[in-house]
Nanobody
Framework: QVQLAESGGGLVQAGGSLRLSCAAS????????MGWFRQAPGKEREFVAR????????YYADSVKGRFTISRDNAKNTVYLQMNSLKPDDTAVYYC????????????????WGQGTQVTVSS
């Protein structure tokens, strides 16, 4: 069983940056693909980014491509999401998730989820 805990959310002005962290415990972190998802009020959860177990492969939603960067440090059991040039539309609760299976952008393919961290971008 893997436990995930996100941190780093907060309030930022449009154009600003935040770095989210997700610390994993209770499993072999390096064997999991990791993803970030987000859910805005009144909207469905959406895929943001994912990274392979080694960090060698990444993939982004079109809405964040070029602005967000996902990375991981397997020695620290942590995955990161660097968010630059933030927009009000990026306001959401951000969740990290771990998948035992192949890389995927589908939330249903992820096995473990964190509790989420709120990101609010003011205009």
């Amino acid at each position: 069983q893997v436990q995930l805990a996100e941190s780093g959310g907060g309030l930022v002005q449009a154009g600003g940056s935040l770095r989210l962290s997700c610390a994993a415990s209770g499993g072999t972190f390096s064997s999991y693909a990791m993803g970030w998802f987000r859910q805005a009020p009144g909207k469905e959860r959406e895929f943001v980014a994912r990274i392979s177990w080694s960090g060698g492969s990444t993939y982004y939603a079109d809405s964040v491509k070029g602005r967000f960067t996902i990375s991981r440090d397997n020695a620290k059991n942590t995955v990161y999401l660097q968010m630059n040039s933030l927009k009000p539309d990026d306001t959401a609760v951000y969740y990290c998730a771990a998948a035992r299976g192949p890389l995927s952008y589908r939330g249903s393919n992820y096995d473990y989820w964190g509790q989420g961290t709120q990101v609010t971008v003011s205009s």
